[in-house]
């Protein structure tokens, strides 16, 4: 599961229910989460943010065997002069992972993000964010954590699943050159990707079938069989969207070497959100309906849906 909303992602989630995120009611919304009774059941692991950890939230976890892990990159800064946004947080990297590692994170994530127009992703921004995001793996393994690289390619836009296969391919293809140049161990890393989807707005809404078959063309062609695991992000799509299509996958995948899963936010924890709306009295029933998506997203893992 992701739960590494950074203050600003998860302030946006909040505006949209009329909440205003602080860190009380950030600690108060996750404690929700993690509290749930059985979800040990269906999460194996759960990353999170910076501000979780210091208010101790990964002890919950440990107490229900859920490894915790931390995001570690800075989130987005301009890229030269473009509309591309580049990942930042590799100053200080080091220091900052052997202080997680002491606190008992023991898997890590850093996340880019690749838009599809006509003209992106551009070749110099594939170097730039592709580079950083192995030299986070490699930091992250120096010190004994598992890195997530997380290379996401972006829903929005109007383009086809086909174009979204092809730049998955790419994005993936390159990243494992990258990953090779730093000398990452590509048999310790988990791979967190989107699945290929046609842009909103070109009007086209595609079948879970076409959805699981144009992943993994790109999966297959991308992604070395050393790799143990690669988990989906949910990247916008609701809830039951991508379940269907996470369950399609598993089911289409047959004799890919690497095991599927989901690491999503957005879709675990959407409808939870939306019905604890900020209010103690409303806990129980959010617990509910959070269990039940695991349950369901569980099953989809398994292609079992
Ligand atoms: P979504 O499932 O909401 O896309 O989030 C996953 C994630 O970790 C994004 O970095």
């Not at 592709?130 to 290379?151: C, D, G, H």
């Not at 409303?282 to 569980?298: C, G, P, T, Y």
């Amino acid at each position: 599961m992701a739960a590494d909303e950074s203050t600003k992602t998860i302030s946006k989630r909040f505006e949209a229910l009329g909440l205003t995120s602080t860190p009380e009611l950030n600690q108060k919304y996750r404690e929700m989460l993690f509290n749930t009774p059985g979800i040990e059941n269906f999460i194996s692991g759960v990353i999170l943010y910076d501000e979780s950890v210091r208010q101790g939230l990964n002890k919950i976890l440990e107490a229900k065997g859920i490894v915790p892990g931390i995001k570690v990159d800075g989130g987005l800064e301009p890229f030269n002069d473009t509309e591309e946004q580049v990942t930042k947080g590799l100053e200080g990297l080091d220091i900052r992972l052997k202080e997680y590692a002491s606190l008992g994170l023991k898997f890590t994530k850093w996340r880019g993000v690749f838009k599809i127009t006509d003209k992106y992703p551009s070749d110099a921004f594939f170097e730039e964010n592709l580079t950083r995001m192995a030299k986070f793996a490699k930091v992250s393994q120096e010190n004994n954590m598992v890195p997530i690289v997380e290379p996401e390619v972006l829903l929005e836009g109007n383009h086809t699943t086909t174009r979204c296969s092809e730049t998955l391919d790419e994005t993936l293809t390159k990243l494992f050159e990258k990953l090779k140049v730093e000398e990452v161990d590509v048999s310790q890393i988990i791979v967190k990707t989107s699945m290929a989807l046609p842009g909103p707005e070109s009007g086209v809404k595609a079948l879970p079938l076409e959805v699981a078959n144009a992943t993994l063309r790109a999966l297959k062609r991308a992604v070395p069989p050393e790799v143990p695991g690669i988990v989906f992000l949910s990247g916008g799509q609701t809830p039951d969207q991508a379940t269907d299509n996470l369950n399609e996958i598993v089911k289409l995948k047959t004799d890919a070497p690497w095991q599927l899963s989901f690491s999503f936010s957005r879709a675990l924890q959407e409808e939870a959100m939306r019905l604890w709306a900020g209010k103690d009295e409303n806990v129980s029933a959010a617990q509910q309906i959070f269990l039940a998506r695991l349950e369901k997203v569980s099953k989809a893992r398994k292609g079992e849906l």
